[in-house]
């Protein structure tokens, strides 16, 4: 199993500064890597596919980069809505697709 | 717009079953391959199985492999997760979801039914 390192567990940011968050693959999953959005009691939300591509309706200040076994979710300037835990997840051994545990980016 | 309707959750004793349903609407369901993902507080999320559209092929993971069934009625535009021999790290919110053209990305999910198992 391709187990996913999220760092850091937690991010304290400002409003309107970047925020960088990372995920490490155990292994290469090439560029087959997604980012999620949760908020407290809601299900996730597909931010990012592919490492780069947001999905429908995703602001551009969410952008995902990397490729093999590390990439990045940057968020250009937060917004008080993105303050959220955010988790990375994998398809390259799907159907068997494994998470992150997560990062928990709050307000500074 | 798209809703997927979670239900079937609760309280249920070690060793208990449970089926779980989650109704769609705004999708073509007959033509999407559906899945279940949980949440649990330890282990965070964890995809469980995936069906295929017409019900014919069906992956599960490791973590719950043997006991669960995944199925589905297209008449009725319903998926189901039918849960055995549950125990306690079972407990955990249990979410229907639908991929992203086919990617393994869940681009919709339904808002979750909570299991928890204790006696």
């Known amino acids: 199993e391709i187990v996913l390192t999220q760092s850091p567990a937690t991010l304290s940011v400002s409003p309107g500064e970047r925020a960088t968050l990372s995920c490490r693959a155990s292994?290469?999953?090439?560029?087959?890597l997604g980012w999620y959005q949760q908020k407290p009691g809601q299900a996730p939300r597909l931010l990012i596919y592919?490492?780069?591509s947001r999905a429908t309706g995703i602001p551009a200040r969410f952008s995902g980069s990397g490729s093999g076994t590390d990439f990045t979710l940057t968020i250009s300037s937060l917004e008080p809505e993105d303050f959220a835990l955010y988790y990375c997840?994998?398809?390259?051994?799907?159907?068997?697709?494994?998470f992150g545990q997560g990062t928990r980016l709050e307000i500074k | 717009q798209v809703q997927l309707v979670e239900s079937g959750g609760g309280v249920v004793q070690p060793g208990g079953s449970l089926r779980l349903s989650c109704a769609a609407s705004?999708?073509?369901?007959?033509?999407?391959?559906m899945h279940w993902v949980r949440q649990t507080p330890g282990k965070g999320l964890e995809w469980l199985a995936v069906i295929s559209y017409d019900g014919s092929t069906k992956y599960y993971g490791d973590n719950m492999k043997g006991r669960i069934t995944i199925s589905r009625d297209n008449s009725k535009s319903t998926l189901y997760l039918q849960m055995n021999s549950l125990r306690a790290e079972d407990t955990a919110v249990y979410y229907c979801a639908k991929a992203l053209g086919g990617m393994y990305y869940f681009d919709y999910w339904g808002q979750g039914t909570l299991v928890t198992v204790s006696s």
């Open positions: 997840q994998q398809r390259f051994t799907w159907p068997r697709v494994t």
């Open positions: 705004g999708i073509p369901f007959s033509t999407e391959n």
């Open positions: 292994e290469s999953v090439r560029n087959s």
């Open positions: 592919d490492t780069s």
